[in-house]
């Protein structure tokens, strides 16, 4: 299974850091977990095609997780080479289908995919629930964030992976994350800057250390925490390897 960052940042715009994406490669599938502004750009900058795109997993409807989405739909309609004739699939909390049909009713037809090639699959909001496709799994479970938000574990290749989204201190979130390999999750402010509905490192650290996860990589960053150690910080609560996460970082497990 191969992790690619495409976006540690938010919705504060920054050459380093784009808004929230991670592209996921096991099972000869490709998975975007959110799909934030920049998002297919950085796809390239990676050298992924956003062809070969097999799902996209929405944590849930804020702008900065979800605006290229109407960029990849439309561009999955023109392409110079050839037009990908498989079906690619879009899951997310409930409401995704009304979400969808509003980004319809903006840019019409222009982002509908030709030949019924989208699959909508909606999850529920306020418990556990699944979607499998061919040897991936991805287990969602209900995030403490703006509601609705998920936090997702995906599982292919005898690998475990859990993205968090955005979402404050939760043990449901923990427990989703159990035995993972890598643990991803949002790290928005620094100790003594606590804002509701996101983490700060104490707390993504404990979150790992009750998920007793492998590794933890703390992303979704706002600009404060670049003037301090937030690894360090986590580090007091968490004792496996923890990682900062960069655009365009790949991880292996």
Known sequence: MKITILGSGTCTPSLERNAAGVAIEA??????????PGTIRRMCEAGIDPRSIDVIAITHFHVDHVSDLAAFL???NYAYKSMREEPFHFVGPEGLEQFYKGLVAVYQDWIVP???????????????????????????????????????????????????????FSADVAELARGSDLFISECSMPEGRKVPGH???????RTAALARAKKLVLTHFYPPCEEVDVAGQAGAFFSGEILKAVDLMTLEV
């Open 114 to 168: 030709r030949g019924g090639r989208l699959r909508i699959r909606e999850l529920k909001a306020q418990a556990r629930d699944e979607f499998v496709l061919d040897g991936l799994r991805i287990v969602s479970g209900p995030a403490l964030h703006y509601f609705p938000s998920l936090s997702y574990r995906i599982e292919a290749e005898s690998a475990v992976v859990t993205i968090t989204g955005d979402t404050d």
């Open 199 to 205: 983490m700060v490192p104490s707390e993504a650290g």
């Open 27 to 36: 099972a000869g599938l490709l998975v975007l977990v959110d799909i934030g």
């Open 74 to 76: 439309f561009a999955s």
